[in-house]
C-alpha cells in the first residue's frame, strides 16, 4: 500500500531520513518515533512536497515524485498545525477540497456535506470555522481529508487539543475508517496507547531509520509472566503459589508469577481458593506498544541531538519508567 | 526482531512518595487553599464557587475543554483575580505578592516566547530575574532536567512545540519553586521524552513539591498520582484520590471482566452472588456488573473452581481514571 | 445495501465510496480562479468583506453610467467636450490600484498565515497552478472595471450615434484600444499587488506597503523630474508606477502625456514590470517550506 526503497533526504546539516525502507500493508497503521527522526519527512517525502536524494516511495503504486498528482488524488492528508481558513464555511471548505481533488461540482456539495455529518459536524457545517472549538476544528480538517474518499489518509497528531471525550471520538472514528470504510490509514502521533487502541501495524523510526516495523499483535508477544493483583493478603497467595512449586515475585499488592504453561491459571485459581484471596486482577503480561518502542530508542540520546555524521552527540540519561498493564 | 525485550518494571514508591499524596492531612499542611473562588467576566460565569486544598505531590486537574481549568491556574497564579473569594498559596494570598511568585513555577499553554532569544538564555533570564546567586548553573541544571542542553544555543524561533515547551518547563523549574503549576506540560513530546518529563514531576512530588498538573492524557496523568480535581462547567466535580472517587459511586456498578475456559458455567455460579446485577456471556468471556465488587472478587476463584472452568484473566473495565472521569462529567 | 423484508426497508446511510469521475488539473484550476473571484467579491463571507469590493465595482463603473445618463436625458448640460477614454482611465487609477491593493493580500496572505498551503499543496494541484489562479481570479475582476464600463460607454456612443455601424466603422481603432488599455491596466496593478503581497503574511502590511509604494513612486518622481535637469532626464518620470499605465494608454489614444515619452518605451517598461512581479511571486511561492 505504501512503500519505501532507501529513502534518504538531507536538509543542511541533518540527515533527516537515511535509507529508510519500510512496506506497509493495507489497514491502520501508526507511524512513531522521537521527535527528529524523520516521521514529517517521510509523510512529506509521501505526499510528494520533498524530493528525495535518494531512493523512491511509493503509495498505492504510484511514485510520490514522479506521479505525484496523480497519487495526491487518492490521498488524503491531515496535518498536525491548525490548517484551517478562519473565515470560510466548513460546508464550503470541505467541498473547495473535494474538488481540487478532482471532484465534480455537484458531487463535492453533496459529499461535503454527507462527510461533515460522518465526523459528527452536521449541524455545524454552516458556521465559520474560525469560531470552531479545538474538536470541532479536528473534525473539519478529518473532513476535507476524507471528503474524496481517498484510498490512503495520512493523519498526523489527530487527537492533538482534544479533551477525553474527545478524543475517545476521534479514535473511534479513525477506527470506523480503517476497518468500517475500507480506507489506509497512517497515523502519526506521540500518544503510544492511541496507536496501541487502532493501529493493526507500526512503523517505528529512529534518527532517519526504521527501527521496527510489523503487525501490532505479532510484536506485543506475551512474556512468560502472569500478573495478579489482590485486594489484600499478596503473602499468604505468594506463599501458596511458592508451595505449588512456581517461582513469584511480589511488589506491593501485586504478583508476577512466572509462567510455563497454562497450568500456572489452574494453580493461581485454586491458591485463591485456598487463601481466600479477592483477585482483582489477572492477566499473562504481554509487551506493550511501550515496550517495543522504547527498546528500539535504546541507544538514542534523550537530546535527540545528532550532528552532520549522525553520531549521538549526548549519552542517554533517562532510565526507562513504569512498563503499563495492558 | 530478534533481540529480546523485557518489558521494564514499575520503581517501588518510597515512603516518602507514599506520603506526598496531594491532599493536605494530619502533619501535612495544605500549600494551596482556595475559597469560594468565583470568576465570571460580564454575564458569562466562567469559573463557580471553588472551594479546595491541595498539598505536596501530584494532583491533576482535569476538565472537559472549555471547562473554566486554565481560569482556575490563572487564578492560582496570580495572574487573574477572582471575583469572588480567595486563594493562598504557601500559605500567603497569592494576589500582589511578588516575594510568593519566587516560590511558585508556572508552565502556562500559551505562547508567550521571544523569538531572537537562545533556550539558555531564555532560562538564565528567569533565573537572573528570579535573582538566583548562580543563574547560569541553576539554568543548566533546569536545562538538563527537561534534556533540552544540546539545543540550549539555538533560537527560539528555531524550535520545534515540543522543545519550546520543554524550555517553558525549564524556566519554571529553574527557580526551585515549592509549588509548580503545569498547563498541558508534554504537548508536542515524543513517547521517551513524555516518559522522562513524568517521571521529573513525580520525582518532583516525591520530594514534597506540590505539582498541580493540568492535562487531558489521562492514562499518563494516572501514573503520575491519584489526586485529582475535576472541573466540570465551571464547578468543581470531584477531588480526591480517584479509586476513593470511584467507590463513592455507588450509582455506578463495577463493571469486571473473567476470561475463562467456560464462562456460561462461571456466570451461572456469579449470577448466584446478591451483589451481582448482571452479566453477559461471550465466546471466551463473561462481564459482569456488581454492586459489591469485593464479595465478587474473592467469589470469582471459587466459581471457577467449581465449575472445574480455567480462569484466564480478571479484569476491571470502569477502574482507571478515563472511567471515573467519563462518568463525572456525564452526571 | 438496504434490507427488504416484505413490504420495510432500512437504508444504509453509511459512508458510501466514490467510484465516479475524477477531474483533471483544469478543472481544479478553473475551481481555484472561481473561488479567487468569489472571495475577492466577498461572497459566502461575512457582509463587511462585500462592502469595499462593491463599492469600488461600482465606482469603476460610475463615468461611464453617468455620461450615458446624461447624453441620453440631459445632453445639452454636456457641450462639447465629452471625457475620453484614456481621461477616463486617468481618473479611475486610485480605484483600480485600491481594489488590487486590498483583493490580492486577502487572496494570497490569509492562507499563508492559516498554513492552509500545507492542505493545498497535498491535492493534486500545483504551486504554479495555485498563484496562478489566485492572479487570474484578481484579473478577471480588474477586468470588469477596466473594460466592462468603457465597452458599455462605446456601445452607448455606438447607440446614440445616428447610426450605430457608421460610428462602429469609424471608431473600430478605438475599441481595440479599449481592450488592450483594460487588459494592460489589470494585468499591471494586479501583478504588482501580488508580488507585494507574496511578501508578507499580514494583509494589512500588504496592502499598506503596495499602496504606500505607488504613492511614494509618484511623489518621487515629480520631485526628481523637477528638480533633475540632464539630457534624458525626463526618463525620470518613469519612476510614477502609478501613472505608467495611463501613458500607455494615452500614447494608444495618441493624447500627449506630460512629459512626452515614447509610449512604446513606457509600453516595455510596464511589461516589464509585469514580468519581474510574476517572477517574484513565482519565486516566493517556490520557496515555501511548510
Known sequence: ?326 | MTTEITPTSRTEPSEASRAATGRPGPGVPATIEVEGVSKWYGDKVAVSDLTFALGPGVTALLGPNGAGKSTTLKMLTGQLRPSRGAVRVLGQPVMDNPPLYRRIGLVPEQEGLYPFLTGREFVELAAQLHRLPRPRQAAEEALHTVEMLDAADRRLGGYSKGMRQRVKIAQALVHDPDVLMLDEPLTGADPRQRLALMETFTRLGAAGKTVLISSHILYEVERMGSNVLVIVNGKLAAEGDFHAIRALMDDRPRRVRVTCSDPRAVAARLVALPGTLSVSVESDALVAETAAPLEFHHAVSRAAQGAEARLYGIEGLDEDLESVFRYLVSR | MSEQVAGARIIDRGYQHYDGARLGLTHATRVMTWAAIKRALGIRRPFRHKILPWLLLLVSFGPAAFLLAFRVFVPAALGNNLPSYDSIYNRLTAVYLLFAGLAAPDLLCADRRERVLSLYFAAPITRLRYVASQYAGLVCLLLLMTLVPMLVLFAGNALLANSAWDYLRQHTDDLWHIMLSGALTAVYFSALAVAVASFTDRRAYATGTYVGLLLVSGVVSAILVRIVHFSGSEWLALINLVFLPVRVIRGLFDVPAEPALNPWACAGVMLGLIAVSLSLLVWRYARIRD
Open chain 1, 1 to 326: 500500500m505504501v512503500q519505501t526503497t532507501d529513502l534518504s533526504k538531507r536538509f543542511e546539516r541533518v540527515q533527516a531520513l537515511d535509507g529508510a525502507t519500510l512496506s506497509v500493508p493495507p489497514g491502520c497503521t501508526g507511524l512513531l518515533g522521537p521527535n527528529g527522526a524523520g516521521k514529517s519527512t517521510l509523510i512529506k517525502l509521501l505526499l510528494g512536497l520533498l524530493t528525495p536524494d535518494r531512493g523512491e516511495a511509493r503509495v498505492e503504486g504510484f511514485d510520490s515524485t514522479r506521479q505525484a498528482l496523480a497519487m495526491r488524488a487518492i490521498v488524503g492528508y491531515m496535518p498536525e498545525h491548525e490548517s484551517l481558513p478562519s473565515d470560510w464555511m466548513a460546508q464550503d471548505f470541505v467541498r473547495y477540497m473535494a474538488e481540487l481533488h478532482g471532484l465534480p461540482s455537484r458531487v463535492a456539495i453533496q459529499r461535503a456535506s454527507d462527510t461533515l455529518f460522518h465526523v459528527g459536524l452536521g449541524e455545524e457545517r454552516y458556521r465559520a470555522i474560525g469560531g470552531f472549538s479545538t474538536g470541532m476544528k479536528q473534525r473539519v480538517k478529518l473532513a476535507q481529508a476524507l471528503v474524496h474518499d481517498p484510498r490512503v489518509m495520512f493523519l498526523d497528531e489527530p487527537t492533538n487539543g482534544l479533551d477525553p471525550a474527545g478524543r475517545d471520538e476521534m479514535l473511534v472514528l479513525i477506527d470506523r475508517i480503517a476497518h468500517e470504510m475500507g480506507i489506509n490509514v497512517i497515523l502519526s502521533s506521540h500518544l503510544l496507547a492511541d496507536v496501541e487502541r487502532v493501529a493493526d501495524h507500526v512503523v517505528i523510526l529512529s534518527t532517519g531509520r526504521v527501527v521496527a516495523q510489523g503487525a501490532l499483535r505479532a510484536l506485543m508477544t506475551a512474556t512468560p509472566a502472569v500478573t495478579v493483583r489482590t485486594q489484600d493478603g499478596a503473602l499468604p497467595l505468594a506463599e501458596a503459589l511458592r508451595r505449588r512449586g512456581y517461582t513469584v515475585q511480589i511488589e506491593g499488592q501485586e504478583l508476577h508469577v512466572e509462567y510455563e504453561s497454562d497450568d500456572v491459571y489452574d494453580a493461581i485459581r485454586d491458591a485463591a481458593v485456598e487463601t481466600d484471596a479477592a483477585l482483582v486482577h489477572l492477566k499473562r503480561r504481554v509487551l506493550t506498544l511501550e515496550d517495543i518502542y522504547l527498546a528500539g530508542q535504546d541507544d538514542s540520546p534523550p537530546n535527540g541531538a545528532r550532528d552532520g555524521a549522525g553520531r549521538a552527540v549526548a549519552a542517554a540519561g533517562a532510565s526507562g519508567a513504569g512498563g503499563q498493564e495492558p
